[in-house]
């Protein structure tokens, strides 16, 4: 089990040649430090009174989907949120929140991101594969000068009250997404949890990033094989 910084990650070799030149990143824990979405929810119930109030007369029933599961709980808020809506405000929203973000700093592993941008000044095909909504890690990948960055994530679609989650981009999910854009090998990939377990397994090389000893041996059982790990920051 190899350990280290950054320099430690994988690197294009003549051994690797017949493998595929796809690297896929996880983006919240890898590139991003906590949960870029979790953090832009927090930020549209500061700012909307509506979406307060929806919160506090919905009460109820999203402590009541909490018991049972905290995804359905974490919908019905994101839902509210949401409420009423466009896309094209969803879009102007989320712009600017991202613009906000990316200026702060230490927000972003720059170990990760230098690491990112090592695999496309190689000519690696690079995909960010994140349970994050897609607008949102588009748009603040292109602000740091990202913009070419394949980004596959979690999906919003416009509804009757509002914007509404589409597709929960995490677990399995993520190798299924993939293989609906047509990729289905890769090279390198670098996850943070267990939640990356199927994008890894699949993998020529894993990469674990910032993972304890005991996550390490929790996703080396689930893939059946070692994995390097590298420490970020």
Known sequence: MATGDMTNAPESSGADASASRTVLFDFDGVLFHGDSFAMFMRHRYKQSLLSKILALLTMPWWLLCGVFSRWWAARVLVHVALFGMSQKRYQETVDAF??????RPRQFYRDG???????????????????????????????????????????????????????????????????????????????????????????HEPVLVNGTPKLCKRVEKALGRSVARVAWY
């Open 113 to 203: 991101l230098h690491a990112l941008r090592r695999h496309v000044a190689d000519g690696d095909e690079v995909f960010v594969v994140t349970g994050c909504e897609q607008m949102l890690a588009t748009r603040l990948l292109s602000q740091l000068g990202l913009p070419e960055v394949g980004v596959i994530g979690s999906q919003i679609k416009p509804g009757w009250s509002g914007m509404r989650v589409k597709v929960h981009n995490v677990g399995r999910r993520k190798v299924q997404s993939l293989a609906a854009k047509g990729v289905k090998t890769w090279r390198v990939a670098y996850g943070d949890s267990m939640l990356d377990a199927a994008m890894l397994k699949q993998a």
């Open 98 to 103: 991202a613009d906000h973000i990316v200026r």
